[in-house]
């Protein structure tokens, strides 16, 4: 199984972007997908996550109400659709599948494959 992430880049705060993550070698009918950012000197934090089988969603409190996680399951991809950035949202954005287990989403232990990273950064 691999993730591939992408869309990161260098943007002004307030300014967009969608990451995406495609999977290839399996699908995702039964699981969760999620994306997982970790910044400089700090630990890897739960950003977002959706249930493949039926597009529940849930949200870290600090990007609640900018970002929007999505999948298509025509392409075996999810996305993760930002808004309003801010510096602190300066990280190497992670996506993860093979949760099993919706009420435990937001533990990184809780992810069997993992993408290589995408970074954003976001100037001030």
């Known amino acids: 199984v691999q993730l591939q992430a992408s869309g990161g880049g260098l943007v002004q705060a307030g300014g967009s972007l969608r990451l995406s993550c495609a999977a290839s070698?399996?699908?995702?009918?039964?699981?969760?997908l999620a994306w997982f950012r970790q910044a400089p000197g700090k630990k890897r934090a739960f950003v977002a996550a959706?249930?493949?089988?039926?597009?529940?969603?849930i949200y870290a409190d600090s990007v609640t109400g900018r970002f929007t996680i999505s999948r298509d399951s025509t392409r075996n991809s999810v996305y993760l659709q930002m808004n309003s950035l801010k510096p602190e949202d300066t990280a190497l954005y992670y996506c993860?599948?093979?949760?099993?287990?919706?009420?435990?989403?937001?533990?990184?232990?809780?992810?069997?494959?993992w993408g290589q990273g995408t970074l954003v950064t976001v100037s001030s």
């Open positions: 993860a599948a093979g949760s099993k287990q919706w009420r435990m989403v937001r533990f990184s232990s809780n992810y069997n494959y």
């Open positions: 070698g399996r699908t995702f009918s039964g699981d969760a």
């Open positions: 959706i249930d493949w089988r039926d597009d529940s969603t």
